[in-house]
């Protein structure tokens, strides 16, 4: 797909022409149905979201029931430009308008977000594990697309994504609560308990509290040692809740304290294989030491050990809102405690180490886990000062400031494994390179404590030229600087203990938007801003497993470079009672991509800077009422994301796929979801009660998890492992290009006054999609996609007082 901007722009312009002309004729219908006004504070004041000159979407709380979602991916699919490459649960990437450095894995604690995340005032993204937040009692969830960096900072080189609460009320006591139940097709049963109370104690002091339990049936088999099967073992849990009060001692004066806890748990990953040493096509029974060949089906893995993934998230912040005449000031403190576990079986990793060595199929064999820890805890501190008056003239000025902790720790328990190693390589030689820092047992143990520190001051003017033009122009200047000390011993390591790395740097992120009313339901905007995402350090390479070739490859890489874009866009909106339509054409000229590459046999991930790379594309999100009985909603995405440089290694080959004209990856070029909802008629189930039929088709295009997945040969694997009667010449051949998929979605619902019930399927077609592609040690040890849940089915009921 190739375009330019000349056809941006007159996309842009024909959307606004049938734009105005859709508007008008939706307004010489006779009905008086007008979609709610959707206030957000995407600004940082309260604005209608037809006035907020640059793109965003906002899914309310209506829209989030209606639709069913329980997550942000879920979210995703009815929110044009925004994509999510799911890498298991609590740890997906999250990308908007193509701007994407490819698949972050677990080991790489240094690489930053290029989307910011925020619970209403604070911000929660942290790269890899942006928390998965349950989205019960929300206000909405908004979706700032294109850099964000003046007045949301670092992190919002894409955009930024904002979970809204609903807020503790004054205006009486009130509650909610929701009960789901739900079977998977070939797999487990799940279901939810949800509930929030709001109780205001005086005229000064309010609560609200929210509490939930979700359990999440599995879906995915594992085959063990010996044959037996496992159903389901990526089930798992998420319960957590919010406490918030708010204390009001006048109208000019609030101050809302808050406690966020979450805890998820997991028994395994959403991984479907294709080869894994240890059950693979090629595997002989027959030979000696030899093993039953192995085709697995849809869905299942291969284990030796149970895997497992944790994550304990706390956020304690508070707000201060102070309105003095002429200024409104606010001040938002929040700390955040997590603490992640991503246990994996690495037995086949650890396997394939051991057959390059040449250690005996016990060894081989041995169980082995991989155990990679992050503790983070994270203060910031964010004061503005804002205007209140009705003048042209409207502004806001603030400081930010945060500091961080972040402690990564990966290790290998394998019992047995040193004794093999002494006898194999010499005696001594497991404790020479654990060099007195690294547990027994464990030929690889790392150790990366992180201290960043960042501050910067923004600030964005707004004044009404005309009644009809609005100009806006806004900047922020960030400062930060990172330390970090490595460890990383053991017989996979690199041998260093202790070795300081340290990187810093500062900027300015400036804005320029204006925004134009053709009509009262009409208007027109337009961007200019840039984007900043903070560089950092790569961790060493694990060298004993590197081939010559791979080192030579990556041994060069250290240090890279904060990543910028200008992002240069034009849009219209338009509400017309029944209809409205938000649209927008966008380039943006990137540089110094961090692209995220796997280092080959290395078993490693390196970051490096790509100098030139772009995005560009249209967005459309419509919404209309055509008649009383029928609604219809529409999201879709245009883009073309490409690489504007060729990165050559030191042998003069492309390096990880980074060639002028591939693709950006794990973005499509195309995506869409549409709804549409026919209401029944008042009496069809009672006249106190609105029925309706809801059924929403959502299609992503193709996708590349890596940039070098687009390269000739790329796929085709060969282990090189003579094990189990293979003797690792035969090659496994896959398509990388991950193909293009459709779900279809059905809901019947029935909404009394004070009560909900609701029966639905999704994925009713049962697609059994590839999200992303996971390969262990260049695909060596193990290769599988990553998939989505297959055809489920349930009720829900909710309830209100």
């Not at 030899?290 to 050990?305: I, K, Y």
Request: hydrophobic residues 35%; negative net charge; proline residues 4%.
């Amino acid at each position: 797909m190739k375009f330019n901007k000349r056809m941006l722009l007159l996309g842009t312009s024909v959307a606004a022409m049938a734009a105005t002309q859709m508007g008008v004729a939706s307004a010489q219908d006779s009905s008086d149905f007008t979609f709610e006004e959707i206030v957000v504070t995407a600004t940082k004041r309260a604005s209608s979201i037809q006035d907020v000159p640059f793109s965003i979407n906002a899914q309310t709380e209506a829209d989030i029931q209606r639709s069913g979602a329980r997550n942000l991916e879920d979210l995703a699919r009815n929110v044009a430009g925004l994509q999510i490459q799911n890498l298991g649960p609590g740890q997906s990437q999250v990308a908007i308008r193509g701007v994407s450095a490819g698949q972050i894995v677990r080991d790489q604690p240094g690489v930053k977000e290029q989307v910011g995340v925020y619970l209403d005032e604070s911000v929660i993204s942290l790269s890899l594990f942006t928390p998965d937040l349950d989205l019960y009692d929300l206000n909405r969830v908004e979706t700032l697309r294109g850099p964000q960096g003046t007045l949301f900072g670092s992190g919002s080189i894409g955009g930024t994504i904002r979970y809204i609460t609903n807020q503790p009320s004054f205006e009486g006591v009130e509650g909610s609560f929701e009960a789901d139940l739900h079977t998977i097709t070939d797999g487990g049963e799940g279901g939810s308990l949800k509930g929030m109370v709001n109780v205001p104690l005086s005229d000064t002091i309010a609560l609200r509290a929210v509490a939930y339990h979700t359990e999440y049936g599995g879906f995915i088999d594992a085959i063990r040692e010996g044959g037996s099967i496992d159903k389901d073992v990526n089930s798992g849990t998420r319960t957590g809740g919010r406490f918030a009060m708010t204390f009001k001692p006048s109208d000019t004066i609030s101050f809302t304290p808050r406690v966020v806890y979450q805890e998820i748990k997991t028994d395994g990953f959403n991984r479907q294989e294709v080869f894994n040493l240890y059950a693979n096509p090629f595997t002989d029974a027959s030979a000696a030491d030899g093993r039953a060949p192995v085709t697995f089906d849809e869905r299942q893995q291969f284990l030796l050990l149970d895997e497992a993934f944790e994550d304990q998230t706390l956020i304690a912040d508070g707000t201060l809102e102070i309105s003095l005449d002429g200024v409104d000031i606010t001040s938002v403190t929040s700390y955040t405690d997590r603490d992640i576990l991503v246990s994996r079986d690495a037995s086949a990793l650890t396997g394939s180490v051991s057959v390059d060595l040449g250690y005996p199929i016990e060894a081989v064999m041995l169980p082995s886990n991989l155990r990679d820890t992050t503790k983070v805890e994270s203060f910031t501190q964010e004061l503005r000062l804002s205007s209140n008056g009705d003048g042209p003239l409207q502004w806001v000025v603030g400081g930010f400031y945060s500091d961080t902790d972040r402690f990564y720790k990966q290790f290998l328990p394998t019992p047995g494994y040193d004794a093999f190693t002494d006898a194999v390589l010499g005696a001594g030689t497991a404790a020479a390179t654990s060099m007195g820092a690294g547990p027994v047992d464990s030929p690889f143990y790392s150790e990366l404590p992180y201290s960043i520190e960042q501050i910067s001051l923004f600030g964005e003017l707004t004044y009404d030229v005309t009644d009809k033009l609005q100009v806006t122009a806004g900047g922020r200047y960030y400062d930060y600087s990172e330390e970090r000390y490595v460890t990383q011993v053991g017989l996979f390591g690199n041998g260093v203990v202790d070795q300081l790395d340290e990187t810093s740097a500062n900027g300015f992120t400036p804005r320029v938007m204006a925004s134009y009313d053709v009509s009262d339901d009409v208007t027109v905007n337009a961007q200019v801003s840039k984007g900043f995402r903070l560089g950092g350090v790569n961790d060493p390479l694990n060298t004993a497993l590197c081939n010559d070739q791979d080192l030579a490859i990556f041994g060069g890489f250290q240090n890279y470079e904060d990543e910028t874009l200008w992002n240069y866009e034009a849009g219209v909106k338009v509400n017309k009672g029944k209809f409205s339509l938000n649209a927008a054409a966008f380039y943006t000229d990137i540089s110094n991509l961090q692209v995220t590459l796997d280092a080959g046999s290395c078993s490693s991930r390196i970051s490096f800077n790509v100098p030139e790379a772009h995005t560009m594309g249209v967005e459309v999100e419509l919404k209309a009422r055509p008649v009383d009985n029928f609604e219809f909603t529409f999201a879709g995405s245009l883009l073309e994301s490409e690489f504007d440089s060729t990165v050559i290694d030191s042998t003069d080959a492309i390096l990880g796929g980074v060639r002028k004209g591939n693709r950006l990856p794990s973005v499509p070029e195309f995506q869409f979801g549409s709804t549409a909802t026919y209401f029944f008629p008042g009496d069809f189930i009672a006249d106190d009660a609105e029925a309706y039929l809801s059924a929403t088709f959502q299609y992503r295009g193709t996708i590349y998890t890596q940039p070098s997945d687009q390269e000739a040969g790329a796929g085709t694997f060969v282990s090189g492992l003579p094990f189990g009667g293979a003797t690792g010449a035969d090659a496994t051949v896959l398509d990388l290009e991950l193909d293009s998929y459709a779900t279809l979605n059905l809901s019947f619902g029935v909404q009394f006054e004070k009560w909900d019930f609701i029966a639905y399927m999704n994925n009713v077609t049962d697609e059994n999609a590839n999200l992303s592609f996971d390969r262990e040690r260049g695909g060596r040890a193990r290769l599988g996609f990553r998939t989505n849940q297959p055809r489920t089915m349930g009720v829900t009921f909710r309830t209100r007082f």
